[in-house]
């Protein structure tokens, strides 16, 4: 299982970007899969659940932080997850990391409910 993230950047606040997540070894059907962000500061275990999709293509949530701005979707062609991003604020401001897990989580928010990580992209939004 590898995930490459791709698409982060600097960003003025109220602009957009466009995260990707190259996924390989595996495909969504049967996995859980969403994005992350780790702040500046923060300790990795302090990860926020951004979005996530539930196993097999089921709910998609959104943390309150980013609902109505923040977008996720997947190309199963491609075997890519994407993070659609706008009006983004310099609270945004994180390395943002997509991660999957077989089969199912019981909670989209918990890293530690994930065992696969990408690399991380780095998100800055300046005021």
């Known amino acids: 299982v590898q995930l490459v993230e791709s698409g982060g950047g600097w960003v003025q606040a109220g602009g957009s970007l466009r995260l990707s997540c190259a996924a390989s070894g595996f495909t969504f059907d049967d996995w859980a899969i969403g994005w992350f962000r780790q702040a500046p500061g923060k300790e990795p275990k302090e990860r926020e659940g951004v979005s996530c999709i539930r196993s097999g293509g089921g709910d998609t949530v959104y943390a309150d932080s980013v609902k109505g701005r923040f977008s996720i979707s997947v190309d199963r062609a491609q075997n890519t997850l994407y993070l659609d991003m706008h009006n983004l604020e310099p609270e945004d401001t994180a390395v943002y990391y997509c991660?999957?897990?077989?089969?199912?989580?019981?909670?989209?928010?918990?890293?530690?409910?994930?065992?696969?990580w990408g690399q991380g992209t780095q998100v800055t939004v300046s005021a």
């Open positions: 991660a999957t897990e077989y089969i199912e989580v019981n909670n989209c928010y918990d890293p530690y409910e994930f065992d696969y």
